[in-house]
Structure formats: structure tokens, C-alpha cells
């Protein structure tokens, strides 16, 4: 059975329409100019991507935390370094006024040899 040219050109124009879609509605026609079709490689990133978003937004967060936590140690060492600043200054206070004030000191061994 072999089929003439003619033949031929009319199964493959009708091949043709139905692949073209002019058969098909005016939205379908208008999703298949889209070429749009579902992909499940591209929902597959999209939902890593957000799983990933997510795991960063939490990491943030973490770090947020930390740094805060980091500052009110910071300022509390502050604080304690201030607050033994002036017990250095007081106790130097005490001891050059008694010092100057009362009998000096012996020499120690090591002043003696020098």
C-alpha cells in the first residue's frame, strides 16, 4: 500500500494542524505559544531553594541572638573592668599614703644587692 503525493500532503497538513493546535481553544493556543508545561526539576529547585531560605532565615536569626548575647557580655566586662579600674585607683590611694606616712620599709634582698 503505498500512498501518492497527494495523499501524503493531506495527512501530513492535517498532522500539522493538530500539532500547531488550531483545533484547540484560544487559551490553549495561547499556553501552548508559552510553551507552558509543568516541570518537576524547576518545582524541585524552587522548593530546595526554599528550604534552603528558610535554613538561612534561621541561621540569621542564630547569629542575631549571638551578637546580642555577645554585646551584653561586652558591656558587662565593661562594667567589671570600670568598677576594678577604681578599685585599683582606691587601693593605690591607700597604699602610696601609707607608705609616705609611715616608717619606710627594709630593703628586701634583692634591693640590697643592687
Same mark, same amino acid.
Given at each position: 500500500?503505498?500512498?501518492?503525493?497527494?495523499?501524503?500532503?493531506?495527512?501530513?497538513?492535517?498532522? !500539522?494542524?493538530? #500539532?500547531?493546535?488550531? $483545533?484547540?481553544?484560544?487559551? @490553549?493556543?495561547?499556553?501552548?505559544?508559552?510553551?507552558w508545561r509543568r516541570n518537576p526539576d524547576i518545582e524541585k529547585q524552587i522548593n530546595a531553594s526554599k528550604l534552603r531560605t528558610k535554613q538561612l532565615e534561621s541561621e540569621i536569626d542564630q547569629l542575631k541572638n549571638e !551578637?546580642?548575647? #555577645?554585646?551584653?557580655? $561586652?558591656?558587662?566586662?565593661? @562594667?567589671e573592668n570600670a568598677r576594678l579600674s577604681e578599685l585599683n585607683s582606691r587601693l593605690d590611694?591607700?597604699?602610696?599614703?601609707?607608705?609616705?606616712?609611715?616608717?619606710?620599709a627594709k630593703p628586701t634582698h634583692s634591693e640590697s644587692e643592687m
Open positions: 500500500m503505498t500512498t501518492s503525493p497527494s495523499q501524503q500532503a493531506s495527512t501530513s497538513s492535517s498532522i !500539522s494542524k493538530e #500539532v500547531c493546535g488550531s $483545533s484547540l481553544p484560544r487559551w @490553549r493556543l495561547f499556553l501552548q505559544t508559552l510553551n !551578637s546580642l548575647r #555577645v554585646r551584653s557580655e $561586652s558591656e558587662q566586662i565593661k @562594667r590611694a591607700i597604699v602610696f599614703s601609707s607608705a609616705t606616712s609611715s616608717i619606710p
